[in-house]
């Protein structure tokens, strides 16, 4: 899989490692491989792979991840899956004199 980068330092996301067991759900979960694990708990490896799911905190049996779910680029590309309308993603790509916003821009 590529790397996939959103938008630079806006995701949401929160790890608290004290809440932390090292249970490894995140990484069963993380559909682009945001988490790592180090020798006692997970730990967020690549914040800005993140598009915001919410996976990583609905599974997360010990409440240590945080994340505001359905906004921003996941909730584009959700939405459009699933053929509704409502998500509209934010982010914008430049292409010559061109500002491709939402569908089409980062979102794919």
């Given at each position: 899989m590529r790397n996939l980068v959103y938008l630079k330092d806006?995701?949401?996301?929160?790890?608290?490692?004290?809440?932390?067991?090292?249970?490894?759900?995140?990484?069963?979960v993380c559909p682009h491989a945001v988490f790592k694990m180090n020798s006692s708990h997970a730990v967020i490896k690549n914040r800005d792979a993140c598009m915001e799911c919410g996976a990583c905190s609905r599974n997360c049996p010990f409440e240590a991840i945080s994340v505001e779910a359905n906004v921003g680029c996941a909730a584009a590309v959700l939405y459009s899956m699933l053929g509704q309308e409502g998500g509209a993603c934010s982010c914008s790509i430049e292409s010559g004199n061109e500002v491709t916003v939402g569908k089409g821009g980062c979102c794919g």
């Open positions: 806006v995701v949401t996301l929160q790890l608290n490692e004290n809440k932390c067991t090292g249970c490894g759900m995140c990484l069963d």
